[in-house]
């Protein structure tokens, strides 16, 4: 039971990180720059971390705890740069697929790590979560020319990597600091991060005042505060190839969210591979469930 809460505590933090998508897509339609979406993102998330972080139990951390926790900001926030840059190069539904290799990567992470080739049942979880990504980005109607759109074909792969490197060592860091404190150094090294790529200046211009805090604070909840904390109480407790293949849940929330936020028309061919995607994150946690059975009733 206690694994399944930690699997569901990880599904969860995926869905409010693909929410989050239809937010941004809100606030691009209404004219403000991805750039901006980004550093407001965490300028929110850090926030509203902090009423959380003053009234929750907090240790005394070293510098040696400090730095891998803000590595992991560094990391969730450059996927977001990455992203947007792929996005801004490439159509949304090639940004989308390239995004999700971290389904892949993570699960080749984890072999590298452990040592160790991956389950059967993993592989055939990320082969159906592949396949659901094509159909659900309607990738199959489109063309790809890799030599005019280099840019935007890096960028993807290294927002794919940079969030499987997330979702890893998410698991691996900070074990013994408590979820929100954890969170909150996290979102410390994001907001950094995103400061480095953009400029800081739209808020004190009146763009944050005249209007964008109403995007900004709605991404910061579904896209910092949820996913990041929600992340730190699961990772620890699954093993980060089952956690990747959990967050590949962003992706039926994004589409799902686009529908109902923002009015998108949902295909049949999509809807084929949303559920081709639920199917494949369902299959390790069915398997898992059917080796659990048998020791219980043995043991009674």
């Known amino acids: 039971m206690n694994q399944l809460r930690y699997s569901l505590f990880i599904l ?18 209404a004219g403000y720059p991805a750039g901006q979406m980004t550093g407001s993102q965490y300028i929110f998330g850090l926030l509203l971390m902090i009423i959380p972080f003053m009234i929750t139990k907090r240790i005394k951390l070293q510098v040696k705890q400090i730095v891998p926790l803000l590595g992991l900001g560094v990391l969730l926030s450059l996927t977001g740069v990455f992203y947007a840059t792929s996005i801004q190069e490439l159509s949304a539904s090639i940004a989308i697929v390239l995004l999700f290799q971290f389904t892949w990567m993570g699960i080749l992470i984890e072999s590298v790590y452990l040592k160790a080739f991956p389950s059967v049942t993993k592989i055939i979880s990320a082969v159906l979560l592949w396949a659901g990504t094509l159909l659900a980005a309607g ?17 993807g792969f290294l927002a794919a990597l940079t969030f499987a490197l997330f979702i890893f060592f998410s698991g691996k860091t900070g074990k013994e600091v408590p979820a929100i404190q954890k969170s909150f150094v996290i979102s410390i090294g994001g907001l950094v991060t995103a400061c480095l790529f953009v400029s800081p200046a739209f808020v004190i211009d ?3 005042t005249g209007g964008l805090w109403k995007y900004g604070l709605l991404v910061g909840l579904l896209g910092v505060l ?3 904390v929600l992340f730190a109480l699961g990772t620890p407790y699954v093993d980060s190839g089952m956690a990747t293949i959990l967050g590949a849940a962003e992706l039926p929330a ?12 949902l295909t049949g061919e999509q ?15 069915l398997r898992r469930s059917g080796r659990v059975r048998p ?3 043995s043991s009674s």
């Open 12 to 29: 969860a933090g995926a869905c409010s990180y693909g929410f989050q998508a239809s937010i941004v897509k809100l606030a691009t339609n």
């Open 139 to 155: 990738i199959s109607s489109e063309g790809i020319n890799w030599a005019d759109h280099s840019k935007g074909f890096i960028s």
């Open 206 to 208: 009146g763009t944050m």
């Open 226 to 228: 949820v996913p990041v």
């Open 254 to 265: 994004a589409m799902i969210g686009a529908m109902f936020i923002v009015g998108e028309h």
């Open 271 to 285: 809807g084929a591979g949303i559920v081709l995607i639920l199917i494949g994150i369902a299959v390790p946690q």
């Open 295 to 297: 020791k219980q009733l």
